[in-house]
């Protein structure tokens, strides 16, 4: 109407609202109020909620002022005739509804409601009353003629439907039963059939209706979910190698001294001896081969590379001086991925596992004798989860998540260490969602350098005589998952 608005909310049933503004937007907030039989008024808030007066009554008839304060809440009130007496209250600005509290509390008085009606009388007669119609119907019960009625269940088995109405476990046979938890009326009784999967039950009628939407409630297809695990383990290596390999080859001999015993460069042969069939024994020096040598190498490499080699050779090629620079660099990136999923029932435990069982063997010695054992340790891929779907269409689930597997390259007599990972936890993920649960990152650098003592440490020339070695690697092991909600069967309403 104009720049005004006007709407109108007619509730159907009990309800209460909350009305604020916020910026530029008025909220009306509604919610359902549950009966409680218990409160004069009812709504959620915590303490009195009924309209505030003022009281100023002096010896007043109590009768008259439980029918004022019922008119004052709106309610339908009977009071029993036995109220009776006078009390003296001066109150103000307190809820209505405390003031009947109190005069509850003075004269010893209860009330009991009954649809929109209220009983108030004495608390001694309301349970008088009720005990006699508590004895009524268990007297009616008793004569009461039973009837039968025939159940055919769809997702439960029949016998074990048949021990929880008679207050037994299902899973503990025949005995152990849990009288307080009976379903059955004394003279009730129920026949299964598993073949047929049909539940027969005789009771009262009253029972039977109670039995019917225990059944109702009870028989229904378990919801789905697919749990899906991701165990991405990513490995990053990086190697640099850098280095000057120097080295001198002869492939003269080449003596030193008159005798010829000292030289460089060569091979030195040892003197022979050799006796003709006349006696005459001939000696042959030691002589100086020409098999090349390597006269200097300074220093060796470790890993192989690109190579630049420079040669100085004299005229008659004898002698060569080689200076080769070699340089190495690597990346390696690997990436592991594992994907464990199982379905299962809400709230029903499952586990999957797929690997190996590791052989270890024991050596025992007693007596001279020895003896081996073999035994076995499990490496495996397993996922262990619980799922539970909650009111809200999330899933809450207990995870236990395992990575593991042997390592035989650092294996102690034979037998292998077991690199382990495992995640174990407790999470909450909306259907289809993911989410990390858990992740390790290592790091590890490593820096190695061979070099000729002195000769290395020379500034830019020491690198004709030393070699560096450069290594990186990061692992990182993150755990990945997916709860899916399978979508139950369509239905026609």
């Not at 209460?16 to 937007?25: K, P």
């Not at 000292?262 to 022979?272: E, M, Y």
């Not at 690198?463 to 399978?486: A, S």
């Given at each position: 109407?104009?720049?005004?608005?006007?709407?109108?909310?007619?509730?159907k049933g009990?309800?209460?609202?909350n009305?604020y503004?916020?910026?530029n937007?008025?909220?009306?907030?509604?919610?359902?109020?549950?009966?409680?039989?218990n409160?004069?008024?009812q709504?959620?808030?915590?303490?009195?909620q009924?309209?505030r007066?003022?009281?100023?009554y002096q010896?007043?008839?109590?009768?008259?002022?439980l029918?004022l304060?019922?008119?004052?809440?709106g309610?339908?009130a009977?009071?029993?005739?036995t109220?009776?007496?006078?009390?003296?209250?001066?109150?103000?600005?307190?809820?209505?509804?405390?003031?009947?509290?109190i005069?509850?509390?003075?004269?010893?008085?209860?009330?009991?409601?009954?649809?929109n009606?209220?009983?108030?009388?004495?608390?001694?007669?309301?349970?008088?009353?009720?005990?006699?119609?508590f004895?009524?119907?268990?007297?009616?019960?008793?004569?009461?003629?039973?009837?039968?009625?025939?159940?055919?269940?769809?997702y439960?088995?029949?016998?074990?439907?048949a021990?929880?109405?008679?207050?037994?476990?299902?899973?503990g046979?025949?005995g152990?039963?849990?009288?307080?938890?009976?379903?059955?009326?004394?003279?009730?009784?129920?026949?299964?059939?598993?073949?047929?999967?049909?539940?027969?039950?005789?009771?009262i009628?009253?029972?039977?209706?109670?039995?019917?939407?225990f059944?109702?409630?009870?028989?229904?297809g378990?919801?789905?979910?697919?749990?899906?695990?991701?165990?991405v383990?990513?490995?990053?290596?990086?190697?640099?190698?850098?280095?000057?390999k120097?080295?001198l080859?002869?492939?003269?001999?080449?003596?030193i001294?008159?005798?010829?015993?000292?030289?460089?460069?060569?091979?030195?042969a040892?003197?022979?001896?050799?006796?003709?069939?006349?006696?005459?024994?001939?000696?042959?020096?030691?002589v100086?081969?020409q098999?090349?040598?390597?006269?200097?190498?300074?220093p060796?490499f470790?890993?192989?590379g690109?190579?630049f080699v420079?040669?100085?050779?004299n005229?008659?090629?004898?002698?060569?001086?080689?200076?080769?620079?070699?340089?190495?660099e690597?990346?390696?990136?690997?990436?592991?991925?594992?994907?464990?999923?199982v379905?299962?029932?809400?709230?029903v435990?499952?586990?999957?596992?797929?690997?190996?069982?590791?052989?270890y063997?024991?050596t025992q010695?007693?007596?001279?004798?020895?003896?081996?054992?073999v035994?076995?340790?499990?490496?495996?891929l397993s996922?262990?989860?619980?799922?539970?779907i909650?009111?809200?269409g999330?899933?809450q689930m207990?995870l236990?998540?395992?990575?593991?597997e042997?390592?035989?390259?650092?294996?102690?007599?034979?037998?292998?260490?077991?690199?382990?990972?495992?995640?174990?936890t407790?999470v909450?993920?909306?259907?289809?969602?993911t989410?990390?649960?858990?992740?390790v990152?290592?790091?590890?650098?490593?820096?190695?350098?061979?070099?000729?003592?002195?000769?290395?440490?020379?500034?830019?020339?020491g690198w004709?005589f030393?070699?560096?070695?450069?290594?990186?690697?990061?692992?990182?092991?993150?755990v990945?998952?997916?709860?899916?909600?399978?979508?139950?069967?369509?239905?026609l309403?």
């Amino acid at each position: 109407m104009g720049d005004n608005v006007r709407m109108t909310i007619s509730p159907k049933g009990l309800w209460e609202h909350n009305a604020y503004q916020s910026d530029n937007q008025f909220v009306v907030e509604v919610k359902r109020i549950v009966e409680d039989p218990n409160k004069l008024v009812q709504g959620t808030k915590v303490g009195y909620q009924g309209p505030r007066v003022s009281i100023n009554y002096q010896n007043g008839d109590v009768r008259a002022l439980l029918r004022l304060m019922a008119e004052e809440l709106g309610l339908n009130a009977v009071i029993s005739e036995t109220v009776t007496g006078t009390t003296t209250l001066v109150l103000k600005d307190v809820p209505a509804d405390q003031v009947i509290d109190i005069i509850f509390q003075q004269k010893g008085l209860d009330m009991r409601k009954k649809g929109n009606i209220i009983m108030i009388a004495p608390r001694d007669e309301i349970a008088t009353r009720e005990k006699l119609e508590f004895e009524a119907k268990q007297q009616i019960n008793e004569l009461e003629p039973l009837q039968s009625e025939q159940f055919s269940l769809n997702y439960h088995r029949a016998d074990n439907v048949a021990k929880l109405l008679a207050g037994l476990s299902p899973l503990g046979g025949g005995g152990g039963g849990n009288t307080a938890l009976r379903m059955l009326s004394k003279r009730g009784s129920t026949i299964s059939d598993t073949q047929s999967n049909l539940l027969f039950v005789t009771d009262i009628p009253s029972k039977l209706e109670e039995i019917r939407a225990f059944i109702k409630a009870i028989d229904i297809g378990a919801r789905q979910v697919m749990i899906e695990a991701r165990v991405v383990e990513a490995n990053d290596t990086f190697n640099r190698d850098l280095g000057v390999k120097l080295n001198l080859i002869n492939s003269r001999a080449n003596q030193i001294g008159g005798s010829g015993v000292f030289a460089s460069g060569g091979r030195l042969a040892p003197p022979t001896s050799t006796t003709s069939s006349t006696g005459v024994t001939t000696t042959t020096p030691a002589v100086l081969t020409q098999t090349p040598m390597l006269g200097v190498n300074l220093p060796s490499f470790t890993s192989t590379g690109g190579t630049f080699v420079l040669s100085l050779f004299n005229s008659s090629a004898t002698r060569i001086l080689n200076l080769e620079l070699a340089a190495l660099e690597s990346d390696g990136v690997g990436k592991v991925i594992s994907s464990p999923r199982v379905v299962t029932a809400n709230n029903v435990k499952a586990k999957i596992e797929d690997g190996t069982e590791v052989p270890y063997v024991t050596t025992q010695s007693s007596g001279g004798t020895t003896t081996q054992t073999v035994s076995f340790k499990s490496a495996k891929l397993s996922l262990e989860v619980t799922p539970q779907i909650t009111p809200e269409g999330t899933v809450q689930m207990a995870l236990i998540v395992k990575k593991e597997e042997p390592d035989f390259t650092r294996a102690i007599l034979g037998n292998p260490p077991i690199i382990s990972s495992i995640v174990e936890t407790n999470v909450v993920v909306e259907n289809g969602g993911t989410v990390v649960v858990g992740g390790v990152f290592i790091t590890r650098n490593q820096a190695n350098t061979e070099k000729v003592p002195l000769l290395g440490d020379i500034p830019f020339f020491g690198w004709m005589f030393k070699y560096k070695t450069d290594l990186g690697e990061r692992r990182e092991l993150l755990v990945f998952i997916t709860p899916r909600i399978l979508s139950e069967k369509l239905r026609l309403n």
